[in-house]
């Protein structure tokens, strides 16, 4: 994170909650939960043009930017997946573009115990997910 980067209070609860847990099925179970509060991205947007490549579950991204904030729908057809997109997105929705690009959301989610246990298929689509994110702010 930069020095100016400010958790949302959404991403600092998050973090909180995540940070001070260590198995992962309490993990697991935490981040679903958390992104039940995250609306999935419309059906109508779930084509092509918003799909995410190199994810082996199907994943559609929509950046919805403006020079003052970013800010993502996303929709998944695996809940995993869309509750590590939540988490991973979390910390730029309504950050400016320049911080946004600044943040470091790898070691976000080590931070949050959210990487150790993946497998390298999961772990690589949450980044290919990432690079889609970052690549269009």
Not at 31 to 52: G, M, N
Not at 77 to 94: D, E, H, K, V, W
Request: hydrophobic share 40%; proline share 6%.
């Amino acid at each position: 994170m930069t020095a100016s980067f400010s958790l949302s209070p959404q991403a600092r609860d998050l973090y909180e909650q995540l940070s001070t847990l260590h198995n992962w099925q309490d993990i697991y179970r935490a981040v679903i939960v958390a992104a039940q509060k995250q609306a999935p991205l419309a059906e109508e947007f779930r084509t092509p043009d918003y799909q995410v490549d190199g994810c082996e579950a199907q994943v559609w991204l929509k950046p919805n930017h403006s020079d003052t904030a970013v800010h993502f729908e996303f929709a998944s057809q695996s809940r995993m997946i869309f509750a590590l997109t939540y988490a991973a997105l979390l910390p730029l929705q309504g950050q400016p573009p320049q911080l946004a690009r600044q943040f470091d959301v790898e070691q976000w989610l080590q931070q949050c115990n959210l990487v150790r246990h993946l497998a390298p298929s999961r772990s690589n689509g949450v980044y290919q997910i990432i690079r889609a994110a970052l690549a269009s702010i």
